[in-house]
């Protein structure tokens, strides 16, 4: 096996030896990996992470070709948390990857001991799910790092990143925050966003398969993306979690 000092050679280069030893030290929790989540899981295993536990219920879908890592022709139908750690696992095999097909909800949520991490980091859908994980993380000690909406964009030289407060521009940044007012409470401690202003209209007309109940299929209309868009609010993720570790190291 490859030795973890070789793998890193030239990350250990740019932030110092210190900071990679820290760097191998810190336990990172990721839900939901698609679109973006999946991109900031490369990013910090290619960073030299360690400890990654990587959070999904969902199957790789035909549909998700177009943007999401784990998605190729040969791997529909798979679990995208498994798809996942084998690939990553080939990239650092010293890696402790945790593969958890389930999903955060607010019944879920203690099975996650969450309080076990450094990181928390949010890439998932749901508004109702976000919404409680972003509050409930916030009590832990852990830092937070949390991706907006990345459908209906195109241009990536608009991504940025602002404390979840000061976003704008994002319609589910702004209904967060409109759930949380409504049910009396705001998450207790700052969190970095990763997010885009920019806001285009779907101009294809096509629904997408969407597996119901008892694996029947149904049309929903979805919102188009794409990879260099989603990739880079994944990639920003992970970029959040190395300049926290190394600027306190």
């Known amino acids: ?74 791997t529909v139908g798979e679990l995208k948390v498994e798809v996942l750690k084998q690939r990553l696992e080939e990239i650092n095999p010293h890696a402790v990857i945790t593969a958890l097909p389930e999903i955060y909800s607010a019944e879920s949520a203690a099975l996650f001991h969450l309080e076990k991490y450094d990181y928390i980091l949010d890439a998932i859908d ?5 919404a409680h994980l972003l509050l409930t993380a916030s009590q832990t000690g852990a830092v ?6 990345a459908a209906l964009k195109m241009d990536p030289q608009q991504i940025r990143v602002a404390e979840f407060r000061k976003v704008r521009g994002c319609r589910l940044a702004a209904a967060l925050r409109q759930r949380m007012r409504k049910e009396g409470e705001m998450p207790q401690k700052p969190i970095l966003c990763v997010y885009s202003e920019e806001l285009l209209a779907n101009r294809g007309g096509a629904s997408l398969p969407h ?31 190395m300049q926290h570790i190394c600027h306190n190291t």
């Open 1 to 74: 096996m490859i030795e973890y000092n070789e793998l890193f050679a030239r990350t250990e280069l740019l932030i110092g030896s210190e900071a990679m030893q820290a760097v191998a030290t810190k336990r990172v929790i990721l839900f939901g990996v698609g679109g973006v989540g999946s991109w900031c899981a490369e990013g910090l295993i290619r960073s030299g992470i360690l400890h990654l536990t990587l959070v999904d219920p969902d199957r790789v879908a035909a549909a998700n070709s177009n943007r999401q890592l784990p998605a190729t022709t040969r």
């Open 126 to 130: 749901s508004l109702r799910h976000k």
């Open 144 to 149: 937070v790092f949390s991706s907006m909406g």
């Open 211 to 241: 597996a119901g109940e008892q694996g029947i299929f149904r049309k929903v209309q979805a919102n188009g993306t794409m990879v260099q868009v989603t990739a880079v609010f994944g990639f920003t993720l992970s970029g959040l979690v």
